[in-house]
């Protein structure tokens, strides 16, 4: 069910390398769309240019970042110890509206450079950074195996 990894079937992608290896992409993405953003920012943009407002894009997605990876597998499916507050249901609605938040803040930040006044550069760079944000959290979560803990 993890998708991509699973059906990578080697010797050197089973069990804790694994997880290694999706942490480390993931982490990898996640970085590389934050220094974007700075390298924008420290570049010293005009309002006009670039409004402050088009940073909440990437603060949404971290959010969702967030909201995604902290709801497991076994919650889902309702394997877990403890049911929480609201059980599988509640953790299915979690995991939905990080998935939408997600979405929400890479379709905004195709708004921005599609159909914003940011320079092209700029609305690029705002792209980029929610496109690699949201691979990375769709990386954390499905590209590691929760086998070795159940």
């Known amino acids: 069910m993890s998708g991509l990894l699973d059906s990578a ?4 992608l089973e069990g804790e390398r694994r997880n290694s290896i999706a942490a480390a992409v993931a982490g990898a993405l996640f970085f590389t769309g934050w220094w974007i953003i700075i390298d924008v920012a420290a570049q ?11 940073y909440v894009c990437g603060v949404f997605g971290t959010i969702a970042l967030f ?7 076994g919650q889902l499916r309702g394997d877990a110890f403890t049911d929480g507050c609201f059980g599988p249901r509640g953790a ?5 509206t990080g998935l939408v938040l997600g979405f929400a803040s890479l379709i905004a930040a195709g ?4 159909a914003g006044g940011a320079d092209r550069y700029y609305g690029v760079a705002v792209f980029l ?3 690699f944000i949201f691979g990375s959290s769709l ?3 499905f590209g590691r195996s929760e086998d070795l803990w159940g």
Not at 92 to 96: C, G, N, S, Y
């Open 9 to 12: 079937r080697c010797d050197c």
């Open 44 to 54: 010293g943009p005009s309002s006009d240019q670039f409004e402050g407002s088009y």
């Open 67 to 73: 909201m995604i990876n902290s709801v497991s597998n």
């Open 92 to 96: 299915r609605l979690w995991l939905f």
């Open 111 to 114: 708004w921005i450079l599609f």
């Open 129 to 131: 950074q929610n496109l």
């Open 139 to 141: 990386v954390y979560k």
